[in-house]
């Protein structure tokens, strides 16, 4: 099998890529290395890929038609594409409102076309996230839940990510699955990410920023749990039934809302250092809690997600005084 990953030198890219390619599978990777975080880290990401047999890489941005289509034309061979390239960030799409349209809009809508063009794609499975849900109070989050009040630019391009991929179910019979992403975190993680940030400041005895003064809570979940349930949502085409089209909608969570004041001591304890903080109020755009209820990816792809952040936090602090040298 020949798999297509956009945003393949991203933190969940890589590590999916290196899950198929070690069992076996083609994987043909595209990324646009933008520079909106460090891209000497997305660099290494592909340096690791590069080691292993069947992976083949090309730097092209999906928002770019004859770019993609031209991927397509030089590797007839796929049959499933993951689309995890995004333009990432709550905060960001404050900033930069446009990143946001370009790559998770047009360049979504890029990938929608490529694949129904093709005559070999069997399988589109995309990455939404955990925002889609903005100010939801009733936890935890179900996929059976409105999600049409979104709070953050950023949580209202993945969910029309979700519409757009629903309509070409529709229209064209494109097996799909979107895949609801909850705070993910581990080894080669993200630079603009809670658990990167904050280990980086304590090593460096800087003070953090905690938002609404510490009274948050996230469903913080490892990253092999995550590609655990990518590689299954990969493998279970959905299908149609008499009502909807062969589109599906998954949480990918730990199914835990854990304290983020007590994610923050296990930083410290893993790094022997006590955080300096500073209370700041809750950010524009930004939720207190995320909790995923994930019986509906238990149900139909056998999800069990099994790494506690009591487990996950030292990985993640190791690999970070591997990968930095401190």
Same mark, same amino acid.
């Given at each position: 099998?020949?798999?297509?990953?956009?945003?393949?030198?991203?933190?969940?890219?890589?590590?999916?890529?290196?899950?198929?390619?070690?069992?076996?599978?083609?994987?043909?990777?595209?990324?646009?290395?933008?520079?909106?975080?460090?891209?000497?880290?997305?660099?290494?990401?592909?340096?690791?890929?590069?080691?292993?047999?069947?992976?083949?890489?090309?730097?092209?941005?999906?928002?770019?038609?004859?770019?993609?289509?031209?991927?397509?034309?030089?590797?007839?061979?796929?049959?499933?594409?993951?689309?995890?390239?995004?333009?990432?960030?709550?905060?960001?799409?404050?900033?930069?409102?446009?990143?946001?349209?370009?790559?998770?809009?047009?360049?979504?809508?890029?990938?929608?076309?490529?694949?129904?063009?093709?005559?070999?794609?069997?399988?589109?499975?995309?990455?939404?996230?955990?925002?889609?849900?903005?100010?939801?109070?009733?936890?935890?989050?179900?996929?059976?839940?409105?999600?049409?009040?979104?709070?953050?630019?950023?949580?209202?391009?993945?969910?029309?990510?979700?519409?757009?991929?629903?309509?070409?179910?529709?229209?064209?019979?494109?097996?799909?699955?979107?895949?609801?992403?909850?705070?993910?975190?581990?080894?080669?993680?993200?630079?603009?990410?809670?658990?990167?940030?904050?280990?980086?400041?304590?090593?460096?005895?800087?003070?953090?920023?905690?938002?609404?003064?510490?009274?948050?809570?996230?469903?913080?979940?490892?990253?092999?749990?995550?590609?655990?349930?990518?590689?299954?949502?990969?493998?279970?085409?959905?299908?149609?039934?008499?009502?909807?089209?062969?589109?599906?909608?998954?949480?990918?969570?730990?199914?835990?809302?854990?304290?983020?004041?007590?994610?923050?001591?296990?930083? %410290?304890?893993?790094?022997?250092?006590?955080?300096?903080?500073?209370?700041?109020?809750?950010?524009?755009?930004?939720?207190?809690?995320?909790?995923?209820?994930?019986?509906?990816?238990?149900?139909?792809?056998?999800?069990?997600?099994?790494?506690?952040?009591? %487990?996950?936090?030292?990985?993640?602090?190791?690999?970070?005084?591997?990968?930095?040298?401190?």
């Amino acid at each position: 099998m020949t798999v297509l990953i956009t945003g393949a030198a991203g933190f969940i890219g890589m590590h999916c890529a290196a899950r198929l390619l070690d069992r076996g599978e083609q994987v043909v990777g595209i990324d646009n290395l933008n520079d909106y975080y460090d891209v000497t880290l997305k660099q290494a990401r592909l340096a690791e890929l590069e080691k292993q047999p069947g992976f083949s890489f090309a730097k092209i941005d999906i928002a770019d038609r004859e770019a993609l289509a031209g991927v397509f034309a030089r590797n007839p061979g796929i049959t499933r594409v993951l689309h995890l390239a995004a333009q990432a960030g709550v905060r960001y799409s404050l900033i930069n409102p446009y990143a946001y349209a370009d790559t998770n809009v047009i360049g979504h809508l890029c990938v929608l076309e490529a694949c129904r063009h093709s005559e070999t794609v069997e399988h589109l499975v995309y990455a939404s996230s955990s925002s889609v849900y903005g100010g939801n109070k009733d936890m935890p989050f179900s996929v059976e839940d409105r999600v049409d009040r979104p709070i953050s630019l950023y949580a209202a391009t993945k969910k029309s990510g979700e519409l757009m991929s629903w309509c070409y179910a529709h229209l064209y019979g494109l097996p799909q699955t979107g895949l609801r992403f909850f705070t993910v975190y581990g080894p080669w993680g993200r630079p603009d990410m809670a658990a990167f940030i904050f280990t980086k400041a304590i090593l460096e005895g800087r003070p953090i920023s905690v938002f609404n003064k510490g009274e948050m809570k996230r469903d913080f979940t490892y990253i092999d749990d995550i590609v655990d349930g990518v590689m299954r949502a990969l493998d279970h085409i959905p299908s149609a039934t008499a009502d909807d089209p062969p589109h599906a909608i998954y949480n990918l969570g730990n199914h835990r809302s854990e304290a983020l004041m007590e994610f923050i001591g296990l930083i %410290e304890t893993a790094t022997g250092k006590k955080a300096e903080l500073n209370l700041e109020p809750l950010q524009p755009g930004d939720v207190p809690e995320t909790f995923a209820d994930i019986a509906a990816s238990q149900r139909d792809l056998g999800f069990e997600p099994k790494t506690t952040i009591r %487990e996950g936090i030292p990985r993640f602090v190791d690999w970070y005084r591997t990968y930095h040298g401190c």
